[in-house]
């Protein structure tokens, strides 16, 4: 039987939270130390851990099959890979920073100006887009140290939390683009592997259908149970099941996370009590 071959870094912000994606979807990995390559026992899938700049190619080229990667890379990468799912981990954006001291955030400030960054591609089609004229200047690493030692007037860097601008005396000013960590194919997959790929994001999309709800549980008087309902946004209809106190019932349902307090409050305002929240494992829809 085919394995399908998945890529993940081998070190790095993603290798943390990929790893705990794949057990949270039940695939256990028992590799020992510095190993690169490694099979799974309780899935048709093998693994590799892949330096991250690699991957793009490994994919292109079909080396690998399926990789967790983050989406800028694939934006600056400019290869014919498919993005299959978004993950929704390793948030980050792609900016522009400058001298904190510099207070202007117009692009046009970048006029004629020398402009350090890793992401030559993706700026450079940033810079046209905005008709801006600007020496790109490709750095490995260590991209924000480029203006306080004179060999830039800004950078162009991926930013999460944007404390290392600031211990570098810099500033965010505009954001070429969000990523975050994707589920990416290559094109040249055969439809046996296309089957194990097919289970793969069954499971993922279970685990992040989970992560983004919860399960309600709350009192509620038989009078108030049919416009409650209503209120919750539920995958069919909620459960209802009468209490031993007369006249009450308990409703169990599910809630999306970034609508939770707002419906929090509308049950509450619309008579419902004893309101329980519990995290979901796993949701299969």
């Known amino acids: 039987m085919s394995k399908l071959k998945i890529a993940i870094q081998k070190s790095g ?3 943390e939270e990929s790893l705990q994606l794949l057990k949270d979807c039940g695939i256990f990995i028992n590799n020992g130390k510095d190993q690169l390559k490694v099979s799974v026992d309780n899935f048709p899938m093998e693994i590799m851990y892949l330096r991250n700049s690699d991957i ?5 080229d079909g080396v690998v099959d399926i990789a967790i990667v983050g989406e800028n890379l694939l934006v600056e990468k400019q290869k014919n890979i498919e993005i299959i799912q978004n993950l929704g981990f390793s948030k980050c ?3 522009l920073a400058i001298p904190k001291e510099i207070e202007t955030d117009d692009i046009q400030y970048f006029e004629g100006k020398k402009i350090a960054t890793s992401y030559p591609n993706t700026l450079k089609n940033f810079l046209q887009q905005n008709k801006v004229s600007a020496d790109i200047h ?3 690493g260590s991209v924000e140290i480029a203006p306080n030692i004179g060999l830039a007037d800004g950078i162009c860097d991926i930013v999460s939390s944007g404390s290392t601008l600031f211990k570098n005396g810099l500033r965010e000013t505009v954001t070429l683009l969000k990523s975050e960590a994707v589920l990416a194919k290559t094109s040249s ?11 793969f994001l069954f499971r993922i999309q279970a685990v992040l ?3 983004n709800s919860k399960y309600i549980l709350m009192n509620v008087p038989n ?4 416009i409650i309902s209503k209120t919750l946004p539920v ?13 009450w019932s308990s409703i169990h349902s599910v809630i999306d996370e970034e609508r939770f307090w707002e419906v929090i409050d509308e049950l509450k305002e619309k008579g419902a009590q004893d309101i329980l929240i519990i995290p979901i494992d796993k949701m299969v829809i």
């Open 189 to 199: 997959l055969n439809q046996e592997k296309s089957e194990i790929l097919s289970k």
């Open 209 to 211: 259908k989970a992560k």
């Open 138 to 140: 490709i750095i490995s």
């Open 235 to 247: 995958l069919k209809s909620p459960t209802v099941i009468p209490l031993a106190q007369e006249g």
């Open 223 to 226: 009078d108030k149970i049919e």
């Open 93 to 95: 954006r792609v900016s």
């Open 56 to 60: 793009p190619q490994y994919l292109e």
């Open 13 to 15: 912000r993603l290798y």
